[in-house]
T-cell receptor, first 115, second 108 residues
Framework: GAGVSQSPRYKVAKRGRDVALRCDSISGHVTLYWYRQTLGQGSEVLTYSQSDAQRDKSGRPSGRFSAERPERSVSTLKIQRTEQGDSAVYLC?????????????FGAGSRLTVL | AQRVTQPEKLLSVFKGAPVELKCNYSYSGSPELFWYVQYSRQRLQLLLRHISRESIKGFTADLNKGETSFHLKKPFAQEEDSAMYYCALNINTDKLIFGTGTRLQVFP
């Protein structure tokens, strides 16, 4: 497709369960990112980067978050043992190097609610 | 440590008033800075980047290395400018870090 798509758009999970969120990025974009928007805390955007590798190379210190890249243009964000504080909108973005600048194209987001 | 600071969570102005959304950064290298915008029920999208020195939708932003700032300005705000605005810093051409965002509300 022409843009970045994410699935599911909405996910409800019981606390303690594992969750996987999928991102299909733009063909040819090398770098994929996952960000988190937590509206209840002043619209915090959390960075989470991933380079052209099977595994993420940076992320949240808790270790419950990981990203895998089964295909070049597909990324899966996995959240283990979800907590209520994980409720947020998770945004995927892919990067094109446009004139040397790192410009991101974002997906519509996946809204996760942890009960 | 690299950091982007947007001190205002909310900025409310009336239509036609000037707008300045503040952004300060902390980075020891040569900074690449961006402003991203998210309108209601839309995706986060690039508004402008400092290397282009462009004006988009009437918005401009000048990089001030002395003050380590990249404030976003518009002389006359419009109602359709109401949105969340995020300042972002590119480090190592590999990762963008964002500020916490400022919600701009433009009243009629």
């Amino acid at each position: 497709g022409a843009g970045v798509s994410q699935s599911p758009r909405y996910k409800v999970a019981k606390r303690g369960r594992d969750v996987a969120l999928r991102c299909d990025s733009i063909s040819g974009h090398v770098t994929l990112y996952w960000y988190r928007q937590t509206l209840g805390q002043g619209s915090e955007v959390l960075t989470y980067s991933q380079s052209d590798a099977q595994r993420d190379k940076s992320g949240r210190p808790s270790g419950r978050f990981s990203a895998e890249r089964p295909e070049r243009s597909v990324s899966t964000l996995k959240i283990q043992r979800t907590e209520q504080g994980d409720s947020a909108v998770y945004l995927c973005a892919s990067s094109s190097q446009d004139g040397g600048a790192n410009v991101l194209t974002f997906g519509a987001g996946s809204r996760l609610t942890v009960l | 440590a690299q950091r982007v600071t947007q001190p205002e969570k909310l900025l409310s102005v009336f239509k036609g008033a000037p707008v300045e959304l503040k952004c300060n950064y902390s980075y020891s290298g040569s900074p690449e800075l961006f402003w991203y915008v998210q309108y209601s029920r839309q995706r986060l999208q690039l508004l402008l980047r400092h290397i282009s020195r462009e004006s988009i939708k009437g918005f401009t932003a000048d990089l001030n290395k002395g003050e380590t700032s990249f404030h976003l300005k518009k002389p006359f705000a419009q109602e359709e400018d109401s949105a969340m605005y995020y300042c972002a810093l590119n480090i190592n051409t590999d990762k963008l870090i964002f500020g916490t965002g400022t919600r701009l509300q433009v009243f009629p």
